[in-house]
């Protein structure tokens, strides 16, 4: 995997392009279309992204480059930092993966400039999707240099941004040629126009899997899985689970806690504290999501803040009833009785009414994978964004014409 160093300085920045008016509603981009072949005949799309540390947005923006290249397109996949945490958890072969190594400095970031400077001048880059905050902060920086190069941008941010950051992304927008949302009413003041609905997407079974209540003297399994982060509310979990052994002292149930990050240390000092280590288990990172999601009962996900958490889709996609927050794109994706929607103060009465009515959750299972399967299928995601980036590539094309 290269590692790309050396820096180079930039031309003088310019201030090219018009402004344009951001969408408060924006659509949702329909189903795939056959894409033109312009940008698949010549040039390169780069995807840029903070780094590959363990999360949805990285585990999109690989199934991003893998679609890309199996439909024919020369996809480069940029990591500003060097966290590769997800990489060995990946199908990464194949890829053109570079890191840039980009610390917090001032010289660093100039170093990153440099870098990206040169691979869009030697990789013939036409199109960058900048994912999360510090690429689309370079990317703009850098269009001021290439204005030929499309910018389109995905946030993955419903919890919104930093009084600084809000401010240059909403006095920039005009240096972007489209802006991606996962839902609607995603941060309408700093979108670009246009702004367009495409929802994050997951492998699904062509049939839903079939699911049951434990044997005799199986545990039911809560199956908790994602980053270990503050917004993640692990211990809220945790809490729910004591309270929930204290009131169903006869039914073996057990948390499993799949993932690892900064606050894994201080949920297993809770576990210990709340007396909890016979029944929550911490997994560690785990390259087995299917087996795990396959043999748990209920999937959940305490969060504080989401965009469109890819596990919670691919829960859904196998059937898997789901207990989470109403926070990011949730609601929309399990109202209607497609799951349970509640906050961290309501989890354990959820929890309980799952365990009291099982049947009526495997029912709200099978709703969401209708859905996920109807909505949310991986290959309809990438043709979704081909389909953008070629609609973005025409409209340039004519405006130059």
């Not at 995905?154 to 802006?179: M, Q, V």
């Not at 003297?217 to 692990?234: A, D, I, Q, T, Y």
């Not at 995601?381 to 070629?390: D, Q």
């Amino acid at each position: 995997m290269p590692m790309i160093a050396d820096p180079a300085r930039l031309p003088p920045l310019s201030m090219p392009l018009s402004p344009t008016d951001s969408l408060a509603n924006p659509p949702v981009l329909g189903p795939p279309a056959i894409a033109p072949t312009g940008l698949r005949a010549g040039g390169t799309v780069m995807l840029a992204i903070t780094g590959l540390g363990v999360g949805g947005a990285e585990r999109l923006v690989l199934d991003l480059a893998r679609g890309y290249q199996n439909e024919g397109y020369r996809v480069v996949l940029v990591a500003l930092e060097n966290d590769l945490e997800i990489v060995p958890f990946s199908d990464v072969s194949g890829l053109d993966i570079r890191v840039l190594d980009m610390q917090h400095t001032l010289l660093s970031l100039m170093r990153a400039l440099r870098s990206l400077h040169r691979m869009i001048r030697d990789e013939s880059i036409r199109l960058i999707h900048a994912h999360l905050f510090h690429p689309v902060l370079l990317a703009t920086l850098l269009r001021t240099v290439h204005p030929s190069v499309r910018l389109v941008f995905t946030s993955h941010n419903y919890a919104g941004f930093t009084r600084p950051r809000s401010l240059f992304l909403r006095l920039t927008k005009r240096f972007r040629h489209a802006d991606i949302l996962l839902g609607p009413g995603q941060h309408p003041e700093i979108n670009a126009d246009p702004a367009t609905i495409i929802a994050n997407g997951v492998r699904v079974p062509d049939t839903p899997l079939a699911r049951h209540a434990p044997g005799p003297g199986e545990p039911f399994v809560f199956l908790f899985l994602s980053r270990l982060v503050p917004e993640k509310n692990v211990t809220a979990l945790i809490a729910s689970a004591a309270q929930l052994r204290a009131r169903y002292p006869q039914r073996r149930i057990e948390v499993q806690i799949a993932g690892d990050g900064p606050e894994r240390a201080a949920a297993e000092a809770y576990a210990v504290r709340h007396g909890c280590t016979s029944f929550v288990r911490f997994l560690g990172m785990r390259g087995d999501v299917d087996a795990l999601m396959r043999d748990a009962h209920v999937f959940v996900l305490p969060s504080l803040w989401e965009g469109l958490p890819i596990a919670a889709l691919e829960a859904g996609a196998m059937a898997m009833p789901v207990i989470a927050s109403p926070v990011g794109a949730l609601p929309g994706l399990l109202a209607d009785g497609r799951g349970y929607l509640v906050g961290p103060a309501a989890l354990t009465d959820a929890m309980a009414s799952v365990l009291d009515d099982y049947d009526e959750a495997l029912a709200r299972g099978r709703r969401l994978y209708e859905m996920i399967h109807r909505e949310y299928d991986k290959s309809g995601c990438v043709g979704r964004h081909l389909a953008l980036y070629e609609t973005v590539m025409a409209a340039c094309a004519e405006r130059q014409a």
